[in-house]
């Protein structure tokens, strides 16, 4: 375990939510704090280094600017100020694990998606610490992909099966399994099927990116509704989830591109309004909001995947 002097402790990162949320209730002053905010990261560095070998694929950023970025080389997790692009190991994972999708919750949980191992891991954002694994399933090769946080837990994906995860936000509580079904249709053994997912603007089910496709899942229930593409047949390749508000990012990895939708009220169509490319995108996979900036790690799927292979992270303006 590597502790990082730099971390904001968890009073700190509480701390800055609770003013954040005191400026919003001023109106103008918050129109102001976020211009400014704006300017000044107007010159924070659009991309920055990982380590060599890295092998990235999730990214979350919380209130304060620093991204958290998992590997699939050992399971370590990365954390990088974006103020400067400079950074350090977090979490020392191990040989044979792995860290994929992660999310960074409020109180400074960090919810990381164990992959091939079929786990889910809740390290402390503020000194990289493991505080609990769960075993998610016990079939012989999952890919536990992605996760959310939304009310009450943070539900992960599962590449290889047709559910979904539940594990209780905090650290009491069991696991929930939920079995996907209605228009629900599980592609063949492999990562391009459930991936990214977000809540729905109404709060009420989560969107989920499978094998090209976006569907709408009650949490209640498991029932899984496609949502119908306007002004696109697909999301080929759809892989990280953003949404503000009723505007859903797709990141569509070995497309090199990111595609924005428009979502109706009941999330159940979404109207393709434009696309982000740039030339720095190397198969990119997973992308975090801060600001105005949405910042993505690149995985180079389409490179040699190996100890010298050299990875980082860019951003684009939303």
Do not use: C
Not at 253 to 278: E, F, G, P
Not at 286 to 302: H, I, K, M, P, S
Request: net charge positive; glycine share 12%.
């Amino acid at each position: 375990m590597t502790r990082n002097h730099f971390q904001p402790s968890r009073r700190t990162v509480l701390g800055g939510a609770v003013a954040a949320l005191a400026v919003a209730g001023t109106g103008t002053v918050s129109a102001q704090a976020s211009s400014g905010a704006s300017t000044r990261a107007s010159a924070w560095p659009s991309e920055f280094p990982l380590p060599d070998g890295w092998l990235p694929e999730g990214i979350t950023i919380g209130s304060r600017p620093y991204a958290y970025m998992g590997s699939r080389a050992d399971g370590s997790i990365y954390r990088t100020d974006l103020r400067t692009g400079e950074g350090g190991v977090l979490h020392r994972g191990a040989a044979g694990l792995a860290s994929i999708g992660l999310k960074l919750d409020r109180d400074g949980l960090l919810y990381v998606a164990g992959g091939a191992g079929g786990t889910a891991k809740v390290v402390d954002a503020r000194d990289g610490e493991l505080l609990a694994t769960y075993q998610l399933t016990p079939n012989a090769a999952p890919f536990i992909n992605d996760v959310v946080l939304h009310r009450d837990r943070a539900w992960f994906t599962d590449s290889r099966d047709a559910v979904l995860h539940g594990v209780p936000r905090g650290r009491t509580g069991k696991v929930r399994a939920l079995p996907l079904t209605g228009e629900w249709v599980q592609a063949p053994a492999g990562t391009n099927s459930a991936n990214g997912l977000v809540a729905t603007p109404d709060g009420r089910g989560l969107i989920v990116v499978n094998a090209g496709q976006l569907y709408r899942v009650d949490i209640r229930t498991g029932h899984a509704t496609k949502v119908a593409l306007v002004g696109g047949t697909d999301v080929t390749g759809g892989d990280g989830l953003v949404r503000l508000g009723r505007v859903l990012y797709v990141v569509q990895n070995r497309q090199n591109k990111i595609t924005v939708w428009d979502l109706d009220r009941d999330a159940t169509t979404a109207t393709l309004r434009r696309t982000i490319t740039d030339p720095r995108f190397d198969v990119p996979t997973t992308a975090a909001r801060f600001g105005d900036r949405l910042y993505l790690v690149n995985a180079r799927f389409t490179s040699p995947q190996t100890p010298q292979t050299t990875f980082n992270a860019v951003s684009v303006s939303l």
